[in-house]
């Protein structure tokens, strides 16, 4: 969907270095997702915000941080703690926060190591 | 947490053939469930979602079944055609938090 964008869309990381993966949305939906999804493997959620200045952690939350400052942004931080953070990151909104609606996904950015 | 189980995780169909992909789940809470196809190195798209209330959908060649007294659903694609090739993941949510199951790549063989 072109209302949801993902930067960079390939990214290097090096040893003990933190990086921050953009997440941008001009659908004006409330809630945001991240997730991560390794070769061959599904999707697996790492953090989600239903509201601004509001978040909470998936199934994967160690060594990753993220903020909601703001309605349409969402960035996502893959601290030195993540020791495997090699892998494919998608965004996700949603219109509202009702567990019934269908997520947009961004075109995803693929993180490697150095 | 929620568990979604996918099978088969590949299949393999001759153009113009049936597929059927099968996805159980653990829980009773789950609502809607949607249906997406990936192809590589591109995002999730959203092809097919039925909610709780009801209990089969269809849209051309694709439908999707449910059955909440048993847990399962199921994607069905008839007719299949080459560009039906991709990795296709089912989904439910429960307590607003989307579980997918594993994947099935799809092959269709012209």
């Known amino acids: 969907d072109g209302g949801i964008t993902q930067s960079p869309k390939y990214l290097f990381r090096k040893e003990g270095q933190n990086v921050t993966l953009s997440c941008e949305q001009n659908?004006?939906?409330?809630?945001m997702y991240w997730y991560r999804q390794d070769p061959g493997q599904g999707l697996r959620l790492i953090y989600y915000?239903?509201?601004?200045?509001?978040?909470q952690k998936g199934d994967i939350a160690e060594g990753y941080s993220v903020s909601r400052e703001k309605k349409e942004s969402f960035p996502l931080t893959v601290t030195s703690a993540q020791k495997n953070p090699t892998a494919f990151y998608l965004c996700?909104?949603?219109?509202?926060?009702?567990?019934?609606?269908?997520?947009?996904f961004g075109d995803g950015t693929r993180l490697s190591i150095l | 947490g929620e568990n979604v189980e996918q099978h088969p995780s590949t299949l393999s169909v001759q153009e113009g053939d049936s597929a059927v992909i099968k996805c159980t789940y653990s829980?009773?809470?789950?609502?809607?469930f949607p249906w997406y196809k990936q192809e590589l190195g591109k995002r999730p798209q959203l092809i097919i979602d039925i909610r709780s209330n009801v209990g089969e959908k269809k849209d051309q060649r694709i439908a999707v079944t449910l059955n909440k007294t048993a847990k399962h659903f199921s994607l069905h694609i008839t007719e299949t055609q080459p560009e039906d090739s991709a990795v296709y993941f089912c989904a439910d949510i429960a307590g607003n938090m989307l579980t997918f199951g594993g994947g099935t790549r799809l092959m269709v063989k012209p």
């Open positions: 829980d009773s809470a789950s609502n809607y």
């Open positions: 996700a909104s949603t219109p509202g926060t009702a567990s019934n609606q269908p997520q947009h």
């Open positions: 659908l004006n939906h409330d809630a």
């Open positions: 915000s239903q509201i601004v200045n509001d978040f």
